[in-house]
């Protein structure tokens, strides 16, 4: 296999990895049921388009929403059948029924996170893809539960627990690589040339591109994990209540929304009425590291009384641009802000690493470890 069809391959593991540790589709997604045979079989994966990026689905389209009611709740794959006042009506193409015949409220366009790619009304799948993506996570999953209970540390459970599994996995791989580079020199050369051969099949793009794609995937987590869609399950009554979500028929109660930041890179944070029935503060709002902040959501009751879910989607981005630049962004496209981020955070990367681990021709990368080689000599009889 070529290192490029490598590089194509680890991006598309990472982006589904990626899109199930986050909840959100990142590029790819893929079906775990047999709910949508035979137009994606189980364990097949899909091209994922977000839903930011096609608009409000029609019927025909398969779509991936944030269900409330199937097998729990969570992210299902379904086909839209038909679109009524109050929502899109969902449908397996390998069931009998639709989803709201089984109790699962209309969908709304805020519960709608991508579109399948179709050609020719057709979905575009990958075989098998998803299976083995899903492998790879239920390993790790049992990896991360084995060491949770060996050593009783819970940190070892979860998103961090597989970002510190990732990286105790790279330290082993880059110990092991270098105790076997050391074995392999002879004492008659003193392991220069074998040394030299090691680095010049090491390909500095393959390299900085790994490494940049580590930085996109871990910054696309801090701004796709805490924001999406949240939901307020607000009750029309015909009388006033103290509690906030059960607010009187045809009045508008207003209610804080929390803005949280867990992590140590500030955050711009925006939120939209993800239906009629809510407004809000169109203004950004910027959360410090490891702090919380908080807007306004306006919700207005129905004038029937009853159960009334409503929604507002936020979209949040590490503050590496200044405020006025992301609210330009922002007003041009929400996802604008997301990949002019993860372009200076990755291209900037990769340049460093190119910078860093040097030429790509291994002629020029040769020359450039036997220029170094005795200046380290150098330096050890300094030292």
Do not use: K
């Not at 015949?101 to 399948?116: I, N």
Request: no cysteine; charged share 20%.
């Amino acid at each position: 296999m070529s290192r490029g069809l490598q590089l194509l391959v680890l991006t598309a593991v990472v982006a589904l990895l990626a899109g199930q540790l986050l909840g959100q589709p990142v590029l790819l997604g893929f079906v775990e049921t047999g709910s949508m045979e035979p137009t994606i079989e189980t364990g097949d994966g899909f091209v994922a388009v977000p839903s930011q990026l096609v608009g409000e689905p029609e019927p025909g389209d398969v779509v991936v929403f944030d269900a409330q009611e199937i097998e729990g709740g969570g992210l299902t794959t379904h086909r839209v059948v038909d679109e009524t006042d109050t929502g899109y009506v969902t449908q397996g193409d390998a069931n009998p029924f639709t989803d709201q015949d089984s109790a699962e409220p209309p969908v709304q366009d805020a519960q709608v996170v991508a579109t399948a790619l179709q050609v020719d009304g057709s979905v575009v799948t990958i075989n098998s893809l998803g299976t083995a993506v899903m492998t790879i996570g239920e390993t790790l999953e049992r990896g991360q539960t084995w060491l949770a209970a060996t050593f009783g540390v819970r940190s070892f459970l979860g998103t961090t627990g597989l970002a510190y599994l990732l990286l105790g996995l790279s330290v082993v791989l880059y110990a092991l690589e270098t105790i076997r580079e050391r074995r392999d020199r002879s004492p008659r050369d003193g392991g220069s040339d074998s040394g030299e051969r090691a680095l010049e099949e090491l390909d500095p793009r393959l390299l900085a591109a790994g490494f940049a794609l580590v930085v996109v995937v871990a910054a696309s987590a801090a701004m796709l994990v805490p924001a999406g869609t949240h939901s307020y399950d607000v009750v029309s009554a015909e009388f006033e209540s103290d509690r906030p979500l059960v607010i009187e028929q045809g009045t508008t109660e207003e209610i804080p929304h929390e803005i949280p930041n867990g992590g140590f890179v500030p955050i711009v944070s925006y939120v939209e009425p993800g239906s009629g029935s809510v407004g809000v503060d169109l203004e950004s709002t910027t959360v410090g590291p490891r702090s919380e902040g908080e807007t306004t959501v306006a919700i207005e009751a129905s004038e029937e009384t009853g159960y009334y879910p409503t929604y507002v989607t936020e979209h949040r981005y590490l503050y590496v641009l200044p405020a006025p630049v992301l609210d330009v962004l922002y007003d041009v496209h929400p996802w604008v802000p997301f990949v002019a981020i993860n372009a200076i955070l990755g291209g900037g990367l990769y340049l460093l690493g190119r910078y860093l681990l040097g030429p790509a021709d291994p002629r020029a990368r040769r020359a450039t470890i036997r220029e170094r080689g005795p200046r380290r000599s150098i330096l050890r009889r300094l030292y």
